[in-house]
């Protein structure tokens, strides 16, 4: 690999300019038709809540981008090119922005003790070097990625990210917007990718003081004030204790420099904090380890694979431990497997896929003649061949036979070999189609496409216009690719222009061709799942599927080699409803054979056994969610089935735990550090007690934060004081939004010039221009419209232009987002409807409008204007345009998420709205209908 340093700062010199410097409303250049690809190495990064007394993992995040050009290929050289890829944060869905890291993690007061380099804050370690990486900083400068040959990607490696916002909010999934700028600072594609984070592993649950007698040290437990403390200088005095008297040891210490009475006196009494692979070897930090002492991975998983859980009484190792890994990981909150194999549910509720099913069991994971980070699983271990070669399943739920890996049968799904080194073969480094990494269209490891997670679905949704495997063709190429078996893992095209096609390419290539995917009689299998909603013309008349329906050749006619019309039907299913309670699972009878659940729920998971599917809510969950179900009859699925749950709150309310005391200094008992809250959990201090007073003190303003207390809101708010009592409460609600709803009273008599309805808006300005044109209020019971509900209207006919303008209480911040329901119905050709989102002055900095005579909608701002994937929808569409930087937006309709930039103009703060009908034609059913106007702040 060779690096080309001049790219970060060309970048970084291009976008600030592009971003910044002044023009007209809408640009003359407008985005081009490149593509840029991008996920992070590893699918999720630790880091160390604290670094006062040891490091294992510092704080280290590294993603990968890769650049299709305008003509469908992938770029090898951005030089000849003219381009640079960066980065900058960008707010996620819920407004969350993470654009620095300082003040949220100690790492900086310690690095030079610990790796011996002095780092400027937002700066991550130069690993694996020369180049150091940062964090964009308040001023959320933009930062430029390095071009790596061989690899052909771009790269930052070691930015320092932490799971706080900069609201001091938990966010384990914060985002950055990757964008790639040509020589003459032009945007020419961008994409909204997770930098996954978490401080969740830790060792509390055996080595906190006082947690149980397996663990304590035999000089007694240290009950340091310091929870974050405690725990670590206990693991310390145990180790001295183990190891102290051994020649390898006093050795160790010696060689670098460490107190000669073992790591607990180096800390304690030195001040200095301990880097644990100083010692033992990690693959992840070069040149790390001595000679003679296990590696890190091993020393760690061998030791405690023997060790007793103190929740279930089973072995770390045993098989039957499906929490085991969880116990240091993050996953318990994080979630860290949390894509395809993570949201895959077992009959009884469970995950059915746990970290042991791809990496076996902590013996296995530190066993000696294991390599860390190298020897991992891989992908043809569980998905082993084709539909008609395979061990008569087609993907397995473990990666192990006999206690090794599977052997495919074929190598359909297989990671490239000797990658990134000989002997090894790892899917984070290998390529496919078109010399795309498998990352680029299959996601990160541990959250492949889809996620249960909605940001990590982003960058998918504005790539090809749904979340999920990239499997749209014309996402890279400008147009469909004729190919019979050319694309990813031997595909063909997809879509019409294989419905066109297929007869004359089967008859060319034999049916076995076909049945690799579709099945030995065409029935259909895994690999023949339909990755998005269709809708098709065939020979035997339109053909629709919903996404994860199986396309068979029974569905349009009598099999492989008959063009009858089928004899073997499609089966039917009915939507279902149920009713639960907060916290309770409800057992729900569907209709059908052989079914399966097609989309999980977005707040809670469903197990499926025979024709029964139990929801399990999450936890505290109130409202209504849903999932989707087909049944199969052997050759054909059925219509896609909707199970709709409503969630009543429990009348008891959740019951929050007793208040319990926590020592921020002094000593401490057993009692005294019973407070217990899962990680990123929110705290209210309600009373402390100072170092003069014995009695309990009533907070006069009650202070909230989250649960690990070497974190706090107000750090000089616990210098004075003792000890202090906690509650665990839900984080404080975000503010009350500015809300308007055309059912308002304020709207009886119309809606009218001036009309003022809701809370945190300025009156309503309504103008009419040519032609005939007026507003209204109405409900929206006109053809394929379906609000259902009281409506603000606006119609334009003959040369008319109507619109609304409204302005705000105050400009848009970073993360807060406008969101209103639109619904339109015809529109004549090439005129107009739309949005127009405001700065103070009335400059429109972006525009989300129909055309007539389009299918989708389009976007204009700074990079001009572009069709987005967003059809239009007889439900109409929940438009939310978030700001999600200094100069970024993201536009979302329902799973559609549209990233841009805001037009360039020495104003750039979104101050208001405005909604037009440009002459959209005569009739109700021309009519353009908003409702639900809302403005939020996370």
Known sequence: MTNQPLIRPLYRCLLAAAIHAGGSAFPLHAQSNWTVIGWNNLGMHCMDSDYSVFSILPPYNTFHAQVIDASGDLVTDPGAAGIGVGYHAVADLNGSLNRTSRDKSNFWQYDQALFGIDLPENTGLPVPGPEMFHMPGTNNEPQGMRFETGLNWFAAHGVPIAPYDDNDKPNQYPMMRLTVTNNAGHVLAMTDIVLPVSDEMDCKLCHAS?????????????????????????????????????????????????????????????????????????EALPGSGIEGIPPLTEAMHSRHAVVIDPRNN???????????????????????????????????????????????????????????????????????????????????????????????????????????????????????????????????????????????????????????????????????????????????????????????????????????????????????????????????????????????????????????????????????????????????????????????????????????????????????????????????????????????????????????AIFAFGTATNDDLAFVSRLGGAYRLEAATSLTQQAWTEVVSPVWGRTDVTRVPNQAVFTYMQMFRVVSIDAPAAPTPSTDRAADPAYDAGWLDASNGGVGFSNWVLNVTGGSGGHFIADTNAPDLNAGVRSWGLWANSGSLAEAIRSFATPLNDGDAVILHVENNYVDTGNRVGIDFLNASGIPLVRWQFTGGDDVYQVEDFAGLRDTFIPWSNLGWDVSLRITGDSDYLLSCGDHHIPGILVSHADRRVAAIRLWNDNAGSGSDHDLYISDLMVQTP
């Not at 019409?496 to 034999?510: C, E, K, P, S």
């Open 210 to 282: 006082g947690s149980g007698p397996d663990a304590e040290p035999t000089a007694g437990w240290v009950w340091d004030s310091d929870p974050g403390r405690d725990y670590r200088l206990n693991i310390l005095r145990m180790h001295d204790e183990l190891q102290l008297g051994s020649s390898t040891y006093s050795n160790a210490l010696a060689a670098h420099g460490f107190h000669p009475g073992g790591l607990l006196p180096t800390v304690t009494e030195n001040e200095r904090p301990i880097l644990c692979a100083s010692c033992h070897l990690s």
């Open 314 to 660: 089973m072995a770390l190792d045993a098989d039957a431990n499906r929490q085991a890994c969880y116990t240091c990981h993050p996953g318990s909150e994080t979630r860290c497997l949390r894509g395809a194999m993570g949201r895959a549910v077992a009959s009884d509720g469970s995950m059915l896929m746990q970290c042991q099913s791809c990496h076996g069991g902590m013996a296995e994971v530190g066993s000696p003649t294991r390599t860390g980070w190298l020897d991992e699983p891989n992908c043809q271990a569980c998905h082993v061949g084709s539909a008609t070669n395979s061990f008569g399943l087609i993907r397995f739920v473990d990666a192990f036979t006999n206690g090794s890996l599977r052997v495919p049968h074929e190598d359909m799904f297989a990671t490239n070999p000797d990658t990134p080194a000989p002997g090894h073969s790892l899917y984070r480094y290998s390529a496919g189609h078109g010399g795309l990494q498998c990352s680029a269209c299959h996601g990160s490891t541990h959250a492949i496409y889809p996620t249960a997670l909605p940001n990590d679905n982003v960058s998918m949704a504005q790539i090809q216009g749904h979340a999920g495997t990239l499997n749209e063709c014309t996402s890279c190429h400008a147009s469909m690719p004729n190919t019979r078996n050319g694309g990813p893992h031997g595909m063909h095209t997809i879509g019409q222009a294989w419905i066109n096609d297929h007869n004359d390419a089967a008859q060319q290539l034999g049916a076995n061709s076909c049945r690799t995917c579709h099945g030995q009689n065409g029935e259909g299998s895994v690999l023949s799942l339909a990755f998005s909603a269709k809708s098709l013309t065939s020979e035997k008349g339109n053909v629709t599927y919903f996404k994860g329906q199986k396309v068979t050749c029974w569905g349009c006619h009598n099999g492989m080699f008959e063009s009858d019309p089928t004899s073997k039907g499609v089966p039917t299913v009915s939507d279902v409803h149920a009713v639960t309670t907060s916290g309770i699972p409800v057992a729900i009878t569907l209709n059908g054979s052989n079914l399966r659940i097609i989309d999980q729920p977005r707040r809670g998971q469903v197990a499926l056994a025979g024709g029964i599917a139990t929801y399990y809510p999450d936890s505290a969950f109130a409202g209504e969610d849903r999932f989707t179900f087909a049944a199969n009859n052997g050759f054909n699925d059925s219509n896609l089935g909707t199970t709709t749950i409503r969630v009543e709150p429990h009348p008891d309310g959740l019951a929050p735990p007793e208040p319990a």
